[in-house]
């Protein structure tokens, strides 16, 4: 089934794509955190310089061993794993179908997709599946991956991918080297030694990020567990350490804002803490210090599910993924306060709220921004309700553009128009600048508590340099957790302010403005109006029935899509859309989030995802 396509986004009558069409603020990003698109010279010239070292890497004779038995800290997925025996390899939202050849005749669809073969994640699924013929398998592809590749030839001689290789190949190397010749474990030493090498000459090559703490990270696991490699620790420790106190900031964030890439950069800095200290060492006090900065801001960015909040190009993570790495750190703050990253939080009974109450990250960070302030996501106990349609970029450019409008997320938006929008040299040169050069700038968010419960008061004036309006969201969450409600406003509020709503209405259709406030709804949430419109009833899996209702606008049901990494195409939902049409210098939406009267305090869900997991398409 193909998933209809939201608000702005046509479709393609020659191939069934969804297309968007044209709005400001949306382009292509850069694709998911760590995979680098440079242009120009400056790409030629990082690809030049990774492809002579991987040579004069790939020269190198010298064998190494193990210096004792590491162990095995990522988790993959067993239901993967048996997809890759029967030849099956789903990487990156791209599914090929290629039994009975090896996985590096499996023609990759696309750059990201030749990144995850080459990043050697699906040794995690091979070993989570740990019987006999997954380990052949693994053997097999390793070795075959050595003779082609291993004297550094292929798309896998990157600083990030040689690191997250190397860490598989470490944290495997028992299950890998199993019954293997002398002579296969002579290759696979020298194959790690190798990249080794490749490391050390150009770890500082790997974009800032999570691909700089993968690559520094693989290096690091190189100078703890390979005899002969002890040289590499140290300055790998030490540039760690710099790494944390450059990257992460005094509130546990990054400069994406991205959820998902902070959590996958705790984990790769708890693997290297307790690689460290199973080897006798001690992490930099700045690695251990930003390890507990980041600790308590992932907690607030957990939903009552244990799932991330999906913003700025984030997923909500493999399930327990999140629960295993906060447990390893062994650190025990509580979620923050205040803000996290940017993001506000109100949480009570069983129903948690997140915000994005910050504006969207600027320069390079922005390459897989969204534009989503004030954007919100709801989620009651195991289960989603109200999401945004997610990150699309592994659907290809045109899903990638529509993920980042403001019309994909539950938030109030102007037709046509995005709180943040695109612009920049890329365009001048007759490309596709990725980054955000128009962002909302001034953004509040006050927290506010009363007997009744908590709330946010926030604003943004992302509006205001095209129209001149501020949008002001209120929210309030009741002490049980059973009603959210809302007020929107958009509002020109000084007399400059005016002056550009007005020349905005001369120059667009007459009636006004249109504007919409949209609450995107999570596939598992069954939707339906009633009462004449006046209701939406939202039914969960988990037999929790919710009840919106609005003033000051007709409530209607709309298509949506939902983008899951995890699957192969987007899967189809609804939104609920409340529109509006400005004719005047403010207007206002009220709306109410509840829990039907006869739906208890407490929910036994037992409803599990398994199926619908093992039917992801």
């Not at 698109?37 to 990774?50: D, F, T």
């Not at 300055?235 to 964030?253: F, H, K, M, V």
């Not at 607030?300 to 493999?318: I, K, M, P, Q, W």
């Not at 003033?551 to 509006?580: C, D, F, H, K, N």
Request: some cysteine; proline content about 6%; glycine content about 12%.
């Amino acid at each position: 089934m193909t998933a209809p396509a939201p608000p702005g986004i046509v479709m393609s009558e020659q191939r069934g794509n969804a297309r968007p069409a044209p709005e400001e603020g949306v382009g292509e990003t850069a694709g998911k955190a760590g995979v680098s698109r440079l242009k120009g010279w400056s790409a030629r010239r990082m690809r030049m310089s990774n492809r002579l070292q991987a040579r004069r890497s790939g020269r190198l004779g010298h064998s190494t061993r193990f210096v004792a038995q590491p162990e095995p800290r990522s988790i993959g997925r067993v239901s993967a794993g048996q997809r890759l025996l029967a030849g099956e390899f789903r990487f990156e939202g791209q599914r090929v179908n290629a039994p009975g050849i090896s996985i590096w005749d499996v023609p990759a669809p696309t750059p990201e997709f030749a990144a995850a073969l080459h990043g050697f994640g699906w040794l995690d699924d091979l070993a989570a599946l740990g019987d006999g013929p997954a380990r052949t398998r693994a053997q097999a592809w390793l070795g075959d991956w050595i003779t082609r590749h291993g004297r550094g030839r292929g798309a896998g001689w990157v600083p990030e991918l040689a690191g997250r290789r190397l860490i598989r190949w470490v944290h495997h190397g028992v299950f890998l080297l199993t019954g293997q010749e002398e002579s296969e474990t002579e290759a696979f030493f020298t194959a790690l030694a190798r990249q080794c090498d490749f490391l050390a000459h150009r770890w500082k090559a790997a974009p800032p990020g999570r691909p700089r703490f993968e690559a520094l990270t693989g290096l690091l696991y190189a100078g703890l567990w390979l005899r002969g490699m002890e040289a590499h620790a140290a300055p790998a420790r030490a540039a760690l350490g710099r790494e944390c106190a450059a990257r992460i900031d005094a509130g546990g964030g990054i400069a994406s804002r991205n959820p998902e890439e902070l959590m996958e950069v705790f984990t790769l800095l708890n693997w290297a803490a307790a690689a460290l200290r199973e080897r006798g060492g001690t992490p930099t006090k700045e690695h251990s210090a930003a390890i507990e900065r980041v600790a308590p801001t992932l907690r607030s960015l957990r939903h009552s599910d244990g799932a991330l909040a999906r913003f700025h190009g984030g997923g909500r993570g493999a399930p327990g993924q999140l629960d295993r790495a906060l447990a390893f750190s062994g650190v025990r703050a509580g979620a923050r306060a205040a803000q996290a990253m940017g993001y506000a939080r109100l949480a009570a009974g069983r129903t948690s709220v997140i915000v994005d109450a910050a504006p969207p990250p600027g320069g390079e960070a922005s390459r897989g921004a969204h534009a989503s302030t004030l954007a919100l996501e709801v989620t009651s106990g195991r289960r989603p309700l109200i999401v945004s349609c997610g990150a699309g970029w592994a659907f290809g450019p045109h899903w990638r553009r529509a993920g980042r409008a403001s019309g994909a997320h539950s938030t109030l938006s102007l037709e046509g128009v995005s709180s943040s929008r695109l612009g920049g040299a890329g365009r001048a040169l007759g490309g596709t600048d990725e980054r955000l050069a128009h962002r909302s700038a001034e953004v509040t968010v006050t927290r506010e508590s009363a007997a009744r419960g908590t709330g946010l008061l926030c604003s943004h004036d992302g509006y205001v340099p095209t129209h001149g309006l501020v949008h002001v969201r209120r929210l309030d969450l009741s002490r049980d957790g059973r009603t959210l409600s809302g007020e929107e406003a958009l509002a020109a509020l000084d007399d400059a302010q005016r002056r550009r709503f007005e020349a905005a209405m001369r120059k667009g259709p007459r009636g006004g403005i249109a504007c919409a406030l949209r609450f995107h709804l999570h596939p598992d949430v069954e939707a339906r109006l009633e009462m004449g419109a006046k209701i939406v009833l939202l039914t969960l899996r988990s037999g929790e029935l919710w009840q919106f209702r609005a003033e000051g606008a007709a409530l209607e049901l709309a298509p949506s899509v939902y983008l899951e990494t995890e699957r192969m195409a987007p899967r189809p939902t609804l939104q609920i859309v409340l529109p509006m049409v400005l004719d005047a210098a403010a207007g206002q939406i009220s709306w109410t989030l509840a829990k039907a009267r006869d739906t208890p305090i407490g929910v036994r869900d037992l409803v599990t995802d398994e199926d619908d997991q093992q039917g992801a398409v």
